[in-house]
Structures are given as C-alpha cells and as structure tokens.
C-alpha cells in the first residue's frame, strides 16, 4: 500500500509509492516508444485497462470517443481508510485516494490542440463529471486535473490524456493559494483573482486572450518563460460550478492558447492542471479556479526546486506579445 | 536590470531577468559541448572572465586552483538600491543582488566526486569566505550556495563549478523551513534537526553515512528518489559557524556521498544547496543547516512544481540502503 508522509519542518506531504519500488537500474531512460508499437489507450486495446468508470458514446453501442479509467499503476487506492498515525516524530497515512485517466480521443496521433472543439468540450465535461462524482467521497479532500504533454513534461504515453488524482488532504500549493487569497478577502473583502483580472484588462499588456467567458493572461509574476493562466471572468470558487455554455468558451480559449503555444514554441511539451477549492468545501468569494499552463522550456529545475525561487529569462510583457501575435490557421 | 516580481496570491518572489529577453526561438535545445571547445573556466582563459573575487594558490605566483569569478551572465546586479514599489496591487523591486561562479578546479573533465579531499575542502572553505564577504552587505538577506551538475540538471558548462545567488529577500523555501522550525521550538524547546537526528540515528534505517561530525539521511518524506541530506552533528544554525576541523569532516562525507550516488546510479546529474540561516541574522536555537542533494533521475516535475505533491516511487529506506551498499574503491 502507497503511503503518505508528512516533512516535519515544511508540513509538506509526499506519496511514497513503495510498490512503485523503484531501483537504481529502473532510472535508466526508457526507450523511446516504437511508432507501430502497442499502445493500451487505442481502440481496440480496452481489455487491457482496468474497467471503464466513464464514457462518451454518441449512441449507447458507438465507439467510444472519450473513455475515463482508473489508473492501472496507481499512486493511490481508492479502498481502506486514512489510518493517520505517527512515528516518533513523524506522521504518515494510507496512501488512500483516486488515480484516474481520462483518455481524451480514439485517435492515437492527435494531441489535444488538434481536436475539434465538441471533443475538447467533451474533455472538460469529463474533468466535471468525474470531479463531482469524487466529491461525493467525503474521505476526499482534493481533486487535482492535470495534463502532462511529451514526455520531457512527464508523460509516459504519447496518446493524449489527462489525470485527476483525489487525495485526503489538501496539497501544499493549494493551501498556500487558498491562504493568500483568504488574507486578501479578509483585509479587502474582494477576490484577489477578481482584482488581478480587473487590474490586468484595464492594463492590457499581459492579457493574452480574451472571450465571453474567460480571460488569459500572463501572471506578472510569472515562474516560467510562457507561463500563462486561464481564468473564468466572472467569480466562480470551483471548476464544479461551470455549467452550460461555459464549457464551450472555456474549450475555445483552451485550444486556442494551445495553438498559439504549440505555434510559437515549436509544439512544447508542457502541463497544465486546474486551480480550485477543495472538495468538500462550499461556494465561497475568496477563491477563483483557474488553470496555469506550463510550457516545459528550461532545466534549471532542481535548484528551483530545492529554493522555491524562479528566474524567469522571459518577462510575461514579451511573451504575451509573441502569443497574441502568432499565426494561427483560425481563431476559436 | 533585472527586477524582482511578487505574486500577490501566494507571496512568493520571481526574478524577471528581463535583460536575458529569451524569444521563442532560443528555447531551442543548445548543441551539446563539444569536447575539444572553448571553456571559459579553463586555465589560460581567464582574460574571457570578469575578474577573480577570490583564489587559492598554493603561493602567490602559482596557477590557481580554485576561482570565484563574478556570473558573467548575472541574474542579479550588486549596483543600485532595493527600490521597493508598488504597481497597483502588484509588488517590485530592483534585482539588487550577487550572482557568483566558484570554478572548483582547474581540471575540465574531472567532476568534483572525483576530486581530491584537500580540492573538496577548499571547495567548501571557498563557499564560507564568500557567505562571510556577502554577509557584509546589509542590504543581502540570504546567501544560496547550489550546484548543478550535469545538463539534465541545469548546468550549461561542463567544468565543474558552484554558484552563489544572494537575494534582497529570504527565498519562499527557506521562509517555510525556517516558519516550521520556529514553530517546533516554541512549542518543544528543541531544534527539530536535532530531534530527527536523535530519531534517525536511534532508529537506522535510513541513515546513509556517519563520520565524527556529520549524518546522511534519506529523509523520511524524501520528495525524490535517492533525496538525501547532509546535517552536521552537533546543533549549527548556519553556514557560518562552520569551522577548522569541520571543513575536513564535512568534505570527506560530501566525497563519500557523491561517490556512492556515482556508483549506484551510474554518474546521474544532481543538485546540491545548502539551506541556512538568512544573512543578517545571529546564531539561533531553532534552525540546522544542512544540504539537500537530489539526483535527477524522474521527469514528473511540470505537475508537482504546480501542486507540490510529489511522488516518490523509491521509499528512502530503501535508497538507503542501495547507497550504503554501493561499494566505493575506498571509504573517506
């Protein structure tokens, strides 16, 4: 069982995936993958994944064009309890939780950028389906979306899928996120997000797309070249409030970023993973959900890492010039 | 100038280093060293160097054999002010700082594993006269003392060298270290270093290496395979104090560590940092210096920057295990 550990200095927890097991040797780079080589996210492949939790089917016998599963090298288990216990010092838990993929398309080849938009849509009702049904598991506490985008970004499959992984705590950046944002509500008594979207489409300089429903802008204080965030315009504290017609805009901005980002930077990998309020909490007016997109470009990551303090060779000025000024075949 | 940004969510600074203005295109992965080219680290090169902060020669007229030469591609500028400001909810300030290069030998192709004792021990004494210079500058609050090796590591020369960043402000990691463990004093009366010390040394299992006046552990929520520390034994807050003996102690632990690290995961590419007390404070209860060395062995790091939720598929214990088993040609 997968357990998780708490760093007794900083608070951060860590899964230790301990059937993971991973030996020296096993850090030797895999081979890349072979191009007619056996992929289990293809049509065809689905006795090979552990059973299917959610579908998009046009017609209940179709061929499925989105398919959710859970993850068949977890991180976490979904059975058991949280068995929070301590060690001198220390304290560790069951590495209890969900590990899911969604497979975002039945085409092999096509990155995500490349559906057409009723696919991407399908993609970001799928995040919701799955979120709110998680939910609904009160041992749960957060729900991370991701994407990891080419294997420098992370990814292990080259067909293009999402992760969400559910965890009975509320992770570290989170809560200093929802810290923050909490100190600005109290002395304020306005979302911090609503100011910076308010400050940022008056200013101009770092809004890199706009819609009806949703904003891009690159943060001013951006960790990485290109980094850039999507945010919904008006208030909203939790990507389970989206409804209706806000999963089209929020697809058009999405694939129209990842257009321009695959445009200007020769298709980078990359990764993004959604912002929001945890699980088992209500509405509230101090935090708004967004989604940061991280294009992978520099490798000065374990310093990074150690310190908590980025440089950035890109002001967030420059690269949103060079977005809003890319090329593409349509806008969306 | 480069200028330094604070996200008003999180509080977290970000140096723009706006001068270094990368475009798209030199995002572009650099041609690999080729191994008969120019190095500016090279003896007989040095005219190609901005000019030499401090040496060691065995007298006078000898070629040297160590240097710290200022970055010539600084992130930080030593000129100027702090200059603080506001920009409606947004916060700058000038890139008040030093940025400095320790080239560690004369030697282009050895790494520092394989250096000579004595040559790892004026390494670490080169750190401390610097860290001691700077602290002279009130306007300095943390010295960062890192290294990179290797290029999936974030090193751009193949020399073998350090760096020392000192910054205006006390870096987020290190606030958060530093928060946790003055938590735990004020609660305990003890430093919480000294506590997982007497913890791992009691129990064993993942303790890496002893010597007279340091420890290697695996910590307990290591964030990474193969993560360990180096703590000195006896309660030491900051880098400063280090003293005579201790540099010796502390270069043959180093050169043990690193080269079991070599042998068990064939030469991977690695960071060091040493975490220490902020500049301009005197000598506390609470906090421990230490360094934290990471191997760069998995590529999940776009998701976990953006959650700082790690996984880590080797448990410690394990790591430490392989470490101590490693077999070394001899033992320092």
């Keep these: 069982m997968p357990e998780f550990r708490q760093d007794p200095v900083s608070g951060r927890w ?6 993971r097991g991973r030996r020296p040797t096993d850090f030797e780079p895999p081979p890349p993958p072979s191009p007619g080589g056996f992929c289990p996210f293809c049509p065809g492949n689905e006795p090979h994944t552990p059973p299917e939790i959610y579908s998009v089917r046009p017609a209940k016998d179709d061929k499925w064009l989105l398919r959710v599963i859970p993850n068949k090298f977890p991180v976490l288990n979904v059975e058991g309890d949280v068995g929070r216990v301590g060690e001198g010092i220390y304290d560790r838990m069951n590495g209890l939780g969900a590990h899911e993929v969604i497979i975002e398309t039945p085409l092999h080849d096509t990155p995500l950028a ?12 799928a995040y919701h389906a799955r979120y709110v049904d998680l939910k609904r598991d009160f041992r749960l506490r957060y729900a991370l979306i991701f994407k990891n985008q080419g294997e ?6 080259t067909h293009s899928h999402s992760q969400l992984i559910a965890l009975p705590v509320v992770p570290k950046r989170a809560q200093e996120e929802l810290a923050g944002a909490r100190r600005h509500f109290e002395y304020k008594e306005r979302c911090i997000f609503c100011d910076i979207l308010r400050q940022e489409l008056a200013e101009g300089s770092r809004v890199v797309l706009e819609n009806e429903g949703f904003v891009v802008i690159s943060p001013y204080a951006a960790r990485f070249p290109f980094e850039t965030w999507i945010l919904p315009k008006n208030h909203q504290s939790s990507y389970e409030a989206v409804t209706g017609g806000q999963f089209r805009s929020f697809a058009r901005i999405l694939k129209n970023l990842l257009m321009r ?4 930077l020769n298709h980078p990998p990359y990764n993004y993973m959604i ?10 007016d101090y935090y708004h959900w967004h989604v940061e997109v991280i294009p992978k470009l520099t490798k000065v990551a374990g310093f990074e890492w150690g310190s908590g303090f980025y440089v950035n060779p890109t002001p967030p000025e420059d690269a949103t010039r060079f977005l809003r000024e890319a090329r593409v075949e349509r806008e969306f």
């Design 152 to 157: 420098a970004a992370g990814a292990t499959l």
């Design 261 to 264: 980002l695959a445009k200007t």
């Design 14 to 19: 860590v899964i230790i995936a301990s059937e």
């Design 114 to 125: 490349q559906l057409e938009l009723p696919a991407i849509e399908e993609v970001l009702k």
């Design 275 to 284: 912002h929001t309020t945890p699980l088992q909490e209500g509405p509230n």
